[in-house]
């Protein structure tokens, strides 16, 4: 066993065990936590691939920004997890049906990966070693994938929308920003001009 499969397997074990507690662990801190090493883990999985570029835009983006902001949600608001867990068996069956799917889908998935002799992988580097993995990713993105890469930007648009439309309420004492009115206002609705003489004050 090399060096480097014996850093792959002790990255990807480390990664598996992480999801697992951010699903099993009791304490929504711990989980974030455990997410956070989730993805430092999965950084090291992608240098060891070549792929540093989404290593670091994992690190910059996800533990950076996506993981400390749950970190600060969920240490912000004073939440009842244990009034949350309270009712929480009446979705038990829900949940294990979609278990029951999720494991007949994984189980699909691996008996024809078995079945077909294995994928045949791609190669984690550029064809071209001229070329950057940054500027290989931009290329595959905007021209193999263009349409799938619109499509995602267009569900995440929704999905803002969607999250915004559930979080808004209107309040009476709410000021709400009104374009059109801004639009049309006039100057000397706006801004009044005085003359005031020197020393003598407004």
Known sequence: MTIELAIFYLLAAVTVGCAVMVVT???PVHSVLFLILAFFNSAGLFLLLGAEFLAMILVVVYVGAVAVLFMFVVMMLDVNFTKMRQGAAVYLPIGALVGVILLAELVLVVGGWAFAGGFETASPVPADLTVTNTEALGRILYTDYV???QAAGAILLVAII???TL???SRGTSRRQDIGRQVHRRPHQTVEIRKVDTGAGV
Do not use: E, V
Request: hydrophobic share 50%; aromatic share 16%.
């Open 25 to 27: 662990a009791r304490n």
């Open 147 to 149: 349409y799938l890469f």
């Open 162 to 164: 969607g999250a915004i």
């Open 167 to 169: 979080t808004l309420r």
